[in-house]
């Protein structure tokens, strides 16, 4: 099977899932280095916006790179660039070089998020296409879950694990270049033109799949971001340690999801699959707005959040992976950049509800409601994302 295909997929599938878990380190990554050096080194609020600036970079990027000229080498190139970003951040205090390190991150994961999506959307069919970016996204959420963990609980010297993992990245991106991945889809001299990319964007089922994923986006920055904020703010409500460690449940949460979302495919559809996630998410969303103030309610409402919203990219790359083949690199990387989108605009304009005199007007005590909301909006938009793909799977749109 590996020679018809040209490329061992065990293999690739390793690598892309190992490239989801570098990922991981660079969604988490200001989590656990702001508190560390917030006191020392003046203007560093700005370096998350600059990492989160080199994440939609590196998406946009990725897109035209891959299905030009294949796989393979950006990969390599945006892992050494995670490598050298985190330590670039590990050996230097200039604030320029902090910048630079921020957006290399930022750059290298972007790359890392739409690439692996892709490869797995590629290597894999209908039948199985699913369950695979299932077990991708698990993977991002295990390289999330140990780096938060070695971080956190487990080594007090916090450069330590920006050092081993920067070492650790350099060498597997090293083995790469011994792995044969799948060729590009986008033949020598065949030319992507400004009217193609326009038909793509302007197709039905990307509008769908964007304007799911923008709020799937705001979903999961808010309730990873403004959860900790709202369960301390409220009268009585928890400290900010315990308010620490239901971040820590919420990917624990998501991690068990992702790897079990499998089975719910199996034993339901893709379908019921989601609409029983994100029925979940939407009760840890209630628990949050009723039970505030006690401890075990909100490890338990972060736990099942988690485990909820953590169905919804895998089944939404699914859908987007039976129409679009030939352009899937694009595709991915058109709704990403979409999704972030959604996380920017969820930041900021959460962010508003716990500002000054907000605060103090008590506008914080939304965010459950917020939240709540939203997460009905992504299961009610949902069905229109399986009719128009059902529509088109079977039409050509390779342009």
């Known amino acids: 099977m590996a020679k018809e ?39 560093v609020s ?33 892992s050494l660039s995670l490598s050298i970003g985190l330590v670039l951040f590990a050996f230097t205090s200039d604030f320029k070089l902090l910048v630079l390190s921020a957006i290399l991150i930022g750059a290298g994961g972007g ?3 739409s690439e692996t999506i892709a490869i797995i959307s590629d290597i894999y069919d209908d039948a199985k296409r699913g369950v695979m970016l299932s077990i991708l996204g698990g ?45 590009a889809k986008i033949a020598k001299g065949e030319d992507f033109s400004f009217n193609k990319f326009l038909y793509l964007i302007k197709n039905k089922l990307l509008l ?30 928890i400290s900010k340690e315990i308010a620490l460690t239901t971040l820590i449940f919420m990917t624990i949460g998501m991690t068990i999801g992702r790897f079990s979302l499998p089975l719910f495919i199996k034993l339901f559809t893709d379908k019921v699959s989601l609409f029983i996630f994100l029925s979940v998410a ?71 509800l716990f500002e000054g005199n907000c605060l103090y007007l008590g506008t914080y005590k939304l965010f459950p409601i917020i939240l709540s909301v939203l997460i009905l909006i992504v299961i009610l938009s949902f069905p229109f994302v399986v009719t128009t793909s059902n529509n088109l799977k079977d039409k050509k749109l390779d342009l």
């Open 139 to 183: 993977s991002y959420c295990l390289g999330s879950l140990i780096w938060t963990f070695v971080c956190r609980l487990l080594v007090k010297d916090p450069f330590l694990p920006i050092i081993w993992s920067s070492a650790i990245i350099f060498i597997l991106s090293v083995l790469f270049i011994f792995i044969k991945f799948p060729k």
């Open 282 to 352: 939407f009760t840890g969303a209630l628990l949050q707005k009723f039970y505030p103030t006690s401890a075990t309610v909100s490890i338990i409402s972060m736990t099942i959040i988690g485990f909820g919203i953590g169905s919804t990219a895998p089944i939404i790359f699914n859908y987007l992976g039976k129409v679009f083949k030939k352009y899937s690199g694009i595709a991915v990387s058109i709704v990403v950049v979409v999704a972030q989108g959604g996380m920017l605009v969820g930041n900021f304009a959460i962010g508003k």
């Open 46 to 78: 700005s370096l998350p916006w600059l990492l989160t600036l080199g994440i939609i970079i590196g998406t946009i990027t990725c897109g035209s790179v891959v299905d030009r000229y294949g796989y393979k080498y950006l990969l390599i190139i945006s």
């Open 208 to 237: 769908i799949v964007s304007f799911v994923l923008f709020f799937q986006g705001m979903v999961e920055a808010i309730s990873a971001n403004y959860s900790t904020s709202y369960l301390t703010q409220v009268e009585g409500g």
């Open 111 to 113: 790359i890392l998020n």
């Open 5 to 43: 295909l040209g490329y061992n997929r065990l293999f690739v599938t390793l690598s892309a899932c190992l490239g989801c878990a570098f990922f991981g380190i660079t969604m988490y990554f200001w989590g656990t280095m702001l508190p560390v050096v917030g006191a020392d080194i003046e203007n």
